[in-house]
């Protein structure tokens, strides 16, 4: 009888996650998204032309993540950690 692949992850059942980590397949890691996705903090406070230690109107905002380009993307990334904060 072969036995059952262990919980690598922790989350509590085995899935494609614990055989990705448990073959050692780079990028297999959990978490540590929020760190990677932030590569210059302040940027979009700066284009959108909102001083240092201001929030960032909630209308400016969701107007921006409209924006194709990097500014839609930066602020479409704060409207979801926005979300994850509440």
């Given at each position: 009888m072969a036995k059952e692949f262990p919980d690598l992850t922790g989350?509590?059942?085995?899935?494609?996650?614990?055989?990705?980590?448990?073959?050692?397949?780079?990028?297999?890691k959990k978490g540590g998204w929020i760190k990677d996705a932030i590569k210059k903090p302040g940027s979009l406070r700066k284009s959108l032309g909102v001083k240092k230690g201001k929030k960032i109107?909630?209308?400016k905002l969701a107007a921006?993540?409209?924006?194709?380009?990097?500014?839609?993307q930066r602020a479409r990334l704060a409207q979801t950690l926005k979300k994850l904060g509440k």
């Open positions: 989350d509590g059942k085995v899935t494609k996650a614990d055989i990705l980590k448990g073959r050692g397949v780079p990028g297999a109107p909630a209308s921006a993540a409209k924006k194709p380009g990097k500014m839609g």
